[in-house]
């Protein structure tokens, strides 16, 4: 066994199914070890791709997700979506090949410092020498899966994984690790004071609650207390948003009328709600907050934090779970009422075939359990606050990175992760360009995704921004010709064009049945946005 080998026997014991990468020269003796060992390695379009594609698949399994990279331009190209783990809090071992020992630090083609690269992005870099690689993975796997969680990175000389193992000890499974710190029966009560004293109390659903293994106990919780609750782009469907007590994704598209609702109230209970997604003071005003959740929340000195309940989030709300529930002033058609106007402010009246109307078509025919990955841009806002989740873990975009790209490779790794399932990939025509590479990919890997591009010819939020700012629109066009139809297929998937809602049903539910992917362009006009995304 060398220590390649070992490391394949490590991350299966791991639950580690899949790697996503980029071979090159020095990364082909962990590739071949993948195959001799049984995990498959997802071949790439871009390493950006790759390390997108890992931090899906840590999201959708709960155990690290794995992405590989050469020296050099591999590893910087790798470390976008690594970075995407990094705030999103997601488990993932990166692994970047390199020089044989003698040649690091020397100045030779394509080296640099993965250290210095990877240290402020990752949990931990770590380096593989010749007597410890069971020891390094042992320690990336329980850094990786303990709270909270994140990348881990691994930096793999090409000496060292031909070398033969010294130590072929391969642990147990490493288990998902809470927060060890367990928050105390007086802030317990005083929590449970201040709702009880609160006459409109709202609950706000964060990220951090995205890794609850029970998380049937965030809507046992705001039923125990009849809580209007809300939810953050990464929190959509840990309770399903069609639940009455339900009033939609905060800080999106109509946010003005989201902040407006919620400042009506006279506490905010922040439930795992991770300030990385956006902070407490945009949207909170002058309520109260009472934070529950993993870590304390990081604030400006303008928002009142009435308590802090610190530690393990399961525990915490099944402590809380036995204390009195208490009633408030809210009525249930308050919430209905606001969540009909919301919707309907979501989709203004237009002309043309909108992105609202396209977005719709794609929930209607997608079924209930669904998956839907989509990108970074003015669509981002459109669909998390339109789009209606029913369950944990599925919808996926970046929201603490925001980095356009993750997308494609996302809905490649969610249907890798979830092959029972259907699963949509929406993305705006700018993220179709920046990854299109991995249409190949799921073509090859013989993955069903209806790939559904909202073709606009803008990177739109730029767009609007510029327009707000009284800037030119320069730089921010992405297709200047007119064009009536698309090719017929982009690398032997096929290409379908579409113009209204109609096609558009009709493409998606053939896409669904098929055997690969489908791209589906919508030619869609965005004129709404100004008036949804930016209100």
């Known amino acids: ?3 390649s080998d070992l490391i394949v026997k490590i991350l299966k014991q791991a639950g580690v199914t899949h790697g996503f990468g980029i071979p090159s020269g020095n990364v082909l003796p962990l590739v071949e070890a ?6 498959e390695f997802v071949l790439t379009a871009h390493e ?3 390390s997108f594609a890992a931090d899906v698949m840590g999201r959708m399994t709960g155990r690290p997700g794995f992405c590989i990279a050469t020296l050099g331009p591999g590893a910087t190209n790798l470390s976008t979506g690594v970075g995407s783990a990094f705030l999103d809090r997601t488990p993932m071992i990166a692994i970047t090949c390199n020089l044989n020992t003698p040649q690091l630090g020397r100045r030779i083609q394509m080296w640099i410092d993965h250290h210095a690269l990877f240290r402020p992005i990752t949990k931990a870099t770590l380096a593989a020498s010749h007597d410890n690689v069971a020891e390094v993975m042992a320690q990336a796997l329980e850094i990786a899966l303990s709270e909270p969680m994140g990348p881990v990175h691994v930096d793999l000389p090409e000496d060292v994984s031909l070398a033969a193992a010294k130590d072929t000890t391969v642990p147990g499974m490493v288990e998902m690790k809470p927060v060890s710190a367990r928050a105390s029966e007086d802030v317990l009560e005083t929590a449970s004071a201040l709702i009880a004293k609160a006459q409109h109390p709202v609950a706000i659903l964060g990220s951090s609650a995205m890794r609850m293994t029970d998380p049937s106990l965030l809507k046992a919780f705001v039923e125990h207390h009849g809580l209007p609750f809300g939810a953050s782009t990464m929190a959509k469907g840990m309770i399903d948003e069609d639940h009455p007590l339900s009033f939609g994704c905060i800080e999106r598209a109509c946010r003005q009328m989201q902040r407006k609702l919620i400042q009506s109230a006279d506490l905010v209970i922040g439930l795992g709600f991770d300030t ?9 005003g002058s309520v109260p907050v009472l934070s529950i959740d993993i870590e304390d929340p990081d604030v400006a000195t ?7 309940v610190t530690g393990d989030l399961t525990d915490s709300l099944t402590r809380l779970l036995k204390m009195p529930a208490h009633n408030n002033a809210w009525r249930k058609a308050d919430i209905a009422d606001h969540r009909k106007a919301f919707n309907i402010a979501l989709r203004p009246p237009v002309a043309k075939f909108s992105p609202h109307e396209a977005i719709d078509v794609v929930r209607a025919v997608l079924p209930s359990n669904g998956i839907i990955t989509y990108d970074v841009g003015a669509h981002t806002h459109q669909i998390a606050s339109q789009w209606v989740a029913h369950s944990p873990r599925t919808c996926h975009v970046t929201n603490g990175w925001s980095s356009m790209g993750i997308g494609l490779p996302g809905a490649i790794a969610a249907k890798i992760a979830r092959p029972d399932l259907p699963v949509v990939c929406v993305i705006g025509d700018g993220c179709f360009q920046m990854t299109v590479g991995e249409v190949a ?5 013989g993955l069903c995704i209806p790939i559904v591009v909202l073709d606009d010819r803008w990177l739109s939020l730029i767009q609007i921004k510029q327009e707000k700012r009284q800037y030119a629109q320069y730089g921010s066009q992405v297709e200047m010709a007119t064009y009536e139809q698309p090719p017929a297929h982009y690398f032997g998937v096929p290409a379908i064009g579409v113009r209204d809602a109609a ?4 493409a998606v539910a053939k896409a669904l049945k098929s055997e690969g992917p489908t791209v589906i362009e919508a030619v869609v006009d965005a004129g709404h946005y100004m008036d949804t995304v930016f209100d």
């Open 1 to 3: 066994m060398n220590n």
């Open 34 to 39: 993948m195959r001799l060992g049984g995990m």
């Open 48 to 50: 950006g791709s790759a």
């Open 276 to 284: 990385i997604e956006v902070e407490y003071e945009a949207w909170v």
């Open 302 to 308: 303008s928002v009142t934090v009435a308590a802090t």
């Open 441 to 445: 990919t799921a073509r090859r890997q």
């Open 503 to 506: 096609a558009l049903k009709a």
